[in-house]
């Protein structure tokens, strides 16, 4: 079927002259009576096999994707991939090569070209290889890109080098909540990844960069330490291990002295009972830290409870 008139040309469209190829190309501007399928785009194939990438791109820039059935989407976005980055076109190859992958590409050879292409194009723009007017990095378009490629290719073996290549971005440029976010669904989708172990100490290691000192949400302290101390326990000789070691003596110090600013916040509105809960939790839990020490002593200068406490109200 001919995707200018919908009747039957007695002549294949590969054979016509360019020029009235791109006739052709210029009526189909509007709305097919049914959607056109994969034979009609057999001269566009043609045209790309060729290696004539500008006829190609005319045509397929003269039509709308929606004119033709699903399966002919998918392949009209492939070719307008394909046609774009051999014309170094590369904004356009992202987005026709991101419309082929979204729809789950049906060719799974041409499904990893796509995903290849992807992620060189998204690792360029990250990097600040290649910026907008030559002058501005786009580094968030980047990162959109290789979002995009995990999260609709997951399935695909460089979706967790996406992933890892984003959330390291983010924890460069400081933001610790997004990298966390890329590391999570790292490990949660590919547990197995050679990223893993990365992922796993970065998450605590943002957290633990969000604390800005004892009298924070002692919540964020305390995720931090176990999400280090896990760290240590699957990865026992990790790459970060040291790192990790010195974290956890940190973070213990941080916790025991949040334990301790409560408790004399406690103190000094005379909520003795809260106080001493506060100062139990730095001495018991985190004994062998400076806090913890100075913990127990404010805890024997108070006077003695006049009843048994127990359990942790603080009132």
């Avoid at 990893?112 to 690792?123: I, S, V």
Wanted: proline fraction near 6%; charge should be negative; include cysteine.
């Amino acid at each position: 079927m001919s995707p200018s008139t919908g009747s039957p040309s007695p002549v294949p469209l590969r054979t016509l002259p360019s020029a009235l190829l791109l006739a052709l190309g210029a009526a189909c501007a509007s709305p097919p009576e049914e959607p056109y399928g994969l034979a009609d785009l057999e001269p566009v194939r043609s045209l790309v096999a060729e290696g004539r990438y500008d006829e190609a791109w005319d045509i397929l820039e003269s039509q709308e994707r929606e004119y033709y059935d699903r399966d002919a989407q998918a392949e009209f976005s492939r070719l307008a991939g394909e046609v774009a980055w051999q014309l170094g076109d590369k904004d356009r190859a992202i987005r026709h090569y991101e419309e082929y992958i979204f729809y789950e590409a049906p060719d799974a050879e041409a499904a990893r070209l796509a995903e290849e292409r992807l992620f060189e194009l998204g690792l360029e723009l990250l990097e600040g290889r290649r910026k907008a007017f030559g002058i501005f990095p786009d580094r968030t378009r980047g990162a959109t890109t290789l979002l995009h490629l995990a999260s609709w290719a997951p399935l695909s073996d460089l979706a967790d080098d996406a992933l890892a290549r984003v959330g390291e971005w983010h924890f460069q440029d400081r933001q610790f909540r997004d990298a966390i976010e890329d590391y999570r669904l790292l490990l949660r989708f590919h547990p197995d990844s050679e990223w893993a172990d990365l992922a796993e100490f970065r998450i605590g290691h943002c957290q633990f960069l969000m604390i800005d000192g004892p009298w924070v949400d002692g919540r964020l302290i305390d995720g931090s330490l176990r999400q280090i101390q896990e760290y240590l326990r699957k990865y026992p000789s990790g790459l970060y291990r040291d790192q990790a070691e010195e974290l956890v003596q940190t973070l213990e110090e941080l916790s025991a002295g949040h334990h301790l600013v409560v408790g004399e916040y406690y103190e000094d509105i005379g909520n003795l009972r809260g106080a001493r809960y506060r100062y139990r939790k730095a001495s018991e839990e985190h004994a062998e830290t400076e806090a913890a020490a100075e913990a127990r002593r404010r805890l024997a200068a108070l006077p003695p409870p006049e009843e048994p406490e127990t359990g942790g109200a603080e009132g």
